[in-house]
């Protein structure tokens, strides 16, 4: 089977498994969505929305969050994690969309990764998601690691590991392979002790080929 072939295979088959969801963190507003995926950093969809009820109602936008007390904002995403350095984030991106963009985030990939804390893959989340955009393959740990495992990609570098996605993956595919990855790296595919046995893409995976005489093939 060609890599592009197998990545069809993965994720057709991964998507049997795995429910269509688009992210899990809640929002009402692009903005809301971009601060979201910046506070996930280093941490979960779960703890995240745990905090956005409060951060949201007291700062919906992007003007009510640039004059924000920083202190307010640290309290309140606290429980995220690295909250001083997120908070100032938070703020800063606030100011470059009310003062820049007058209020509206920016919708192209370009213009997000010049915002503070932003990188691809929270532009490319913020493409698909909000705007429906396909610009990139968002890469984060889980797909780092299912994808390599997998045989798509022999590179280490998140950027680069966009750049094998893209050229294997249909355009069209591109906001599925991510989230299904992510799913699998989350459900099955774990760091330390990765499910082998239960996996459903195992016949195609060279990281079992390679460890279990049963894989070998
Ligand atoms: S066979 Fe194992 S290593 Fe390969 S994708 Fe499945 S769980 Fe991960």
Request: aromatic share 6%; glycine share 4%; net charge positive.
């Given at each position: 089977m060609n890599i592009r072939?197998?990545?069809i295979s993965v994720i057709k088959r991964l998507e049997e498994v795995y429910p269509p969801?688009?992210?899990?963190?809640?929002?009402?507003?692009?903005?809301?969505?971009l601060i979201a995926t910046i506070l996930s950093a280093q941490t979960t969809d779960v703890q995240v929305n745990r905090v956005t009820p409060e951060l949201f109602r007291k700062f919906p936008d992007s003007a009510s969050m640039s004059k924000a007390n920083i202190r307010e904002i640290e309290r309140i995403i606290r429980p995220?994690?690295?909250f001083r350095v997120k908070a100032e984030?938070?703020?800063?991106?606030?100011?470059?969309?009310?003062?820049k963009y007058e209020g509206r985030?920016?919708?192209?990939?370009?213009?997000?990764?010049?915002?503070?804390?932003?990188?691809?893959?929270?532009?490319?989340?913020?493409l698909s998601v909000a705007f429906g955009k396909i610009?990139?393959?968002?890469?984060?740990?889980?797909?780092?690691?299912?994808?390599?495992?997998i045989g798509l990609t022999r590179n280490k570098d998140p950027e680069k590991i966009e750049k094998d996605l893209m050229?294997?993956?249909?355009?069209?595919?591109?906001?599925?392979?991510?989230?299904?990855?992510?799913?699998?790296?989350?459900?099955?595919?774990?760091?330390?002790?990765?499910?082998?046995?239960?996996?459903?893409?195992s016949d195609c995976c060279d990281y079992y080929a390679r460890k279990s005489p049963a894989g070998k093939r």
């Amino acid at each position: 089977m060609n890599i592009r072939a197998k990545t069809i295979s993965v994720i057709k088959r991964l998507e049997e498994v795995y429910p269509p969801i688009k992210t899990a963190l809640n929002f009402e507003t692009p903005f809301q969505l971009l601060i979201a995926t910046i506070l996930s950093a280093q941490t979960t969809d779960v703890q995240v929305n745990r905090v956005t009820p409060e951060l949201f109602r007291k700062f919906p936008d992007s003007a009510s969050m640039s004059k924000a007390n920083i202190r307010e904002i640290e309290r309140i995403i606290r429980p995220t994690g690295f909250f001083r350095v997120k908070a100032e984030r938070l703020k800063q991106v606030a100011s470059i969309i009310d003062q820049k963009y007058e209020g509206r985030v920016p919708q192209s990939m370009d213009e997000l990764l010049k915002l503070p804390g932003v990188g691809r893959k929270t532009a490319n989340i913020v493409l698909s998601v909000a705007f429906g955009k396909i610009e990139g393959i968002a890469v984060d740990t889980h797909v780092k690691r299912v994808s390599g495992r997998i045989g798509l990609t022999r590179n280490k570098d998140p950027e680069k590991i966009e750049k094998d996605l893209m050229t294997i993956t249909p355009r069209n595919l591109w906001p599925h392979i991510s989230i299904l990855l992510i799913l699998h790296g989350r459900n099955v595919c774990y760091a330390r002790k990765p499910l082998c046995e239960r996996c459903v893409i195992s016949d195609c995976c060279d990281y079992y080929a390679r460890k279990s005489p049963a894989g070998k093939r």
